[in-house]
């Protein structure tokens, strides 16, 4: 019904930079919620960063200063922007989001497959 597909992840040294994109398609009517978690080896998910419909955000500490949400409401799709990136941000990245595929029903929550984020020299 709704898919996100999440692309951007890849190898990159430490103090180096990536950019995430989530984008969802299906059977949209609104978006809600639009968020970013991250799984690194041997944790549990732990959530990043979020942004609602109205442009409120919210960040992990360990990100803030250094990773900024965006969203495109027109297209459907979230960004994370990750700067000054350490060894610690290596994990796969997951996107979410609220989705409501039809009016005057619930939001349902969605998730991406993944995209491997590796901080390395």
């Known amino acids: 019904q709704v898919q996100l597909v999440e692309s951007g992840g890849g190898l990159v040294q430490p103090g180096g930079s990536l950019r995430l994109s989530c984008a969802a398609s299906?059977?949209?009517?609104?978006?809600?919620?639009m968020g970013w978690y991250r799984q690194a080896p041997g944790k549990e998910r732990e959530f990043v960063a979020r942004?609602?419909?109205?442009?409120?955000?919210l960040y992990i500490d360990s990100v803030k200063g250094r990773f900024t949400i965006s969203r495109d409401n027109a297209a459907n799709t979230v960004y994370l922007q990750m700067n000054s990136l350490k060894p610690e941000d290596t994990a796969v990245y997951y996107c979410?989001?609220?989705?409501?595929?039809?009016?005057?029903?619930?939001?349902?929550?969605?998730w991406g497959q993944g995209t491997q984020v590796t901080v390395s020299s």
């Open positions: 942004i609602g419909s109205g442009n409120n955000i």
């Open positions: 979410s989001a609220e989705v409501q595929s039809r009016m005057w029903t619930a939001f349902n929550n969605y």
């Open positions: 299906g059977r949209i009517v609104n978006i809600n919620l």
